[in-house]
């Protein structure tokens, strides 16, 4: 099987030199024309080498295939990428127009970073969270892409090898770090519930014979007892004392190599941590003056603190009084997705249909648990209908401690910037833009994380500066600590992976210096152990997005307009920003 993939790409090769695509040094339409039968090319063969990425992409074909992770199989990934890298540089980048140049520019970064993560980063080796068959069950199970039946039936035809799955997992596993291991035995436990009731119901709900309905129960039952001997291999591996874990952080070379592939930005590493610190101080003084101006409100004649990072403190911890309980968390940010789409309509700040694309809120399901209080879930790229879900964890699952400690950080402002960061107008509604409306469904199914969560960030300053939360104070100041927690997460990430600060002193910084609570500062430390890069993500893309912004404003002068602005940069899907800088500056 895996050798019938290496066949395509090579009759391609031939095909591609074929058409002579360097025969013309002008830009020319038939050069875009073998761009584009190039790319459909491409993306197939891509879906059939990665079948799990095709579920995640909504591609709707090889959804039944699932790869055994075995060694055999990542050279074999990285044969794949090597292959189609040498028949996409048979293009020439001039002859090609702006849109088909952006998209050469995404699939050449992704097979480059495809090889560069199993040759050089060998994640596959030390990561035991990479290997996690949930999410794409999950997918398989609810998306919309076929009927009911027809879905459980490739359920079951994607569960038959899950043995071979999770051994082979297992045995790749060289020298894992032992945060990952306990991650990916916390993940694959809680994954384990998309098996649960609610696919129960579907299938005595479904039509399917009585034979295919006992052969899928037989691969259920056959994926649970393979799930749980990985989680028991993994407990194995923590309850021996002789192990010798490798650790998590990963160091100057790979950070920055890293840094690279998943952001896509023309900077280095350095030049986004020191700007971090840099605006720092600028947030500080502009905190303490705001700080000043609500103290009495909240300490009547009490004498201010002479320090100012306690006088921000001390304000913080009583608007961070003002929160809502566990039970009632899930409720009001459900309430605020409904009032910040009637926001953005009256505001006209997009041309956002809210009736026909579904935003659902939901509990968090258990696959996606462990990283954070809500998530955004998009439609699968080449979807054209589903849902987008607005992931919120459910809170009465917490201890009262560490309720009580999320409840004060996502309190009545922060929560609102949160809904606006996930849902509106931030992920969803980016996730939403990508899907209907980008040309080129390459930048839709490649996505650059800068983008998306700069966007996201962009958006929670974009809709105070329009007047949403009434420029109140207190939501002015929650607003500073998030951008201080943006600041924070690259330089947490970036001291604790390259210059192996101590938990310690990057705990200090998060609570003393960016008031953040305790269990929010445990809770980001953890992440910033099992993630590498993703942190600078939010302020790496927020800072490139209001800069591009500023550029596009001074270029368009007198017929400047913010929705026009926002249309045109979601238009093109999750492309980096600096590329649709270029588009949209030229
Ligand atoms: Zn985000």
Redesign the pocket.
């Known amino acids: 099987m895996k050798h019938l993939s290496f066949l395509l790409p090579i009759l391609l090769l031939v095909l591609v030199i074929g058409c002579g695509p360097k025969s013309t040094t002008t830009t020319t339409e038939s050069s875009d024309n073998t761009f584009a039968s190039f790319e459909d090319r491409f993306l197939d063969a891509y879906w059939k080498q990665h079948p799990t990425g095709s579920i995640f992409a909504g591609y709707g074909k090889y959804y039944d295939l699932l790869i055994t992770p075995d060694s055999t199989a990542f050279a074999s990934n990285v044969a794949f990428s090597r292959q189609w890298l040498d028949s996409l540089n048979t293009f020439d980048l001039n002859t090609l127009n702006d849109n088909n140049k952006i998209s050469l520019n995404i699939i050449k970064n992704q097979l480059e970073s495809d090889i560069w993560y199993i040759s050089v980063f060998k994640q596959q080796e030390w990561d035991a969270s990479v290997y996690n068959i949930a999410g794409e069950c999950d997918y398989i199970i609810n998306q919309p892409y076929a009927p009911l039946d027809e879905r459980l039936l490739t359920l079951s035809k994607h569960l038959q090898t899950t043995d071979a799955y999770y051994k082979a997992a297992l045995a790749m596993l060289k020298k894992p770090s032992k945060e990952h291991v306990e991650l990916a035995i916390l993940q694959n436990q809680g994954g384990a519930s998309v098996f649960g009731p609610a696919l129960m119901d579907s299938i005595k709900a479904s039509h399917l014979s009585d034979a295919d309905k006992a052969a899928l129960q037989e691969n259920i039952t056959k994926a649970t007892i393979a799930i749980n001997g990985y989680v028991d291999g993994l407990k194995a591996i923590l309850a021996d004392k002789n192990y010798t874990f490798r650790d998590f952080r990963i160091g100057k070379e790979l950070f920055t190599e890293k840094f690279k592939y998943d952001l896509a930005t023309d900077f280095t590493p350095e030049q986004v941590y020191e700007k971090a610190n840099a605006d720092k101080q600028l947030y500080h003084t502009k905190m303490a003056g705001i700080a000043r101006s609500l103290w009495s409100k909240y300490y009547d004649n009490q004498i201010k603190p002479a320090d100012s990072l306690k006088l921000i403190q001390m304000v913080l911890d009583k608007i961070q009084l003002q929160h809502s309980s566990p039970e009632h968390f899930f409720d009001s940010l459900t309430r605020q997705v409904y009032q910040l789409k009637k926001f953005i309509v009256e505001k006209d700040l997009f041309d956002f249909d809210t009736a026909s694309p579904p935003i659902k809120v939901r509990i968090m399901p258990a696959y996606a648990r462990g990283f954070s209080v809500a998530s955004a879930e998009f439609t699968p790229p080449y979807q054209k209908s589903g849902t987008t879900y607005y992931n919120i964890d459910d809170l009465t699952l917490y201890t009262p401690e560490k309720a009580e400690s999320v409840l004060k950080e996502y309190n009545n402002y922060a929560s609102q910037l949160l809904s606006i960061?996930?849902a509106v107008p931030g992920?969803c509604v980016q996730g939403i833009y990508n899907n209907k409306k980008s040309p080129d469904v390459v930048r839709a199914v490649f996505q650059n994380g800068a983008m998306i969560?700069g966007w996201?960030v962009y958006a929670e300053a974009m809709m105070l500066e329009n007047g949403w939360g009434g420029n109140s104070p207190e939501m002015e100041l929650v607003h500073d600590k998030l951008k201080l927690r943006e600041l924070a997460n690259v330089i947490i990430d970036y001291e604790l992976q390259v210059q192996n600060k101590s938990k310690e002193e990057l705990i200090r910084l998060m609570v003393v210096e960016c008031f953040q609570t305790n269990a929010q500062a445990e809770e980001k430390y953890h992440r910033a152990t099992v993630s590498q890069v993703q942190l600078c993500s939010y302020y790496a893309g927020s800072t490139a997005i209001q800069a591009l912004r500023e550029d596009y404003k001074n270029k368009m002068g007198d017929k400047y307009n913010l929705k026009e602005f926002h249309e045109a940069f979601l238009s093109y899907g999750s492309s980096p920003v600096k590329y649709i800088r270029e588009r949209m500056l030229n």
């Open positions: 960061h996930e992920h969560e996201a």
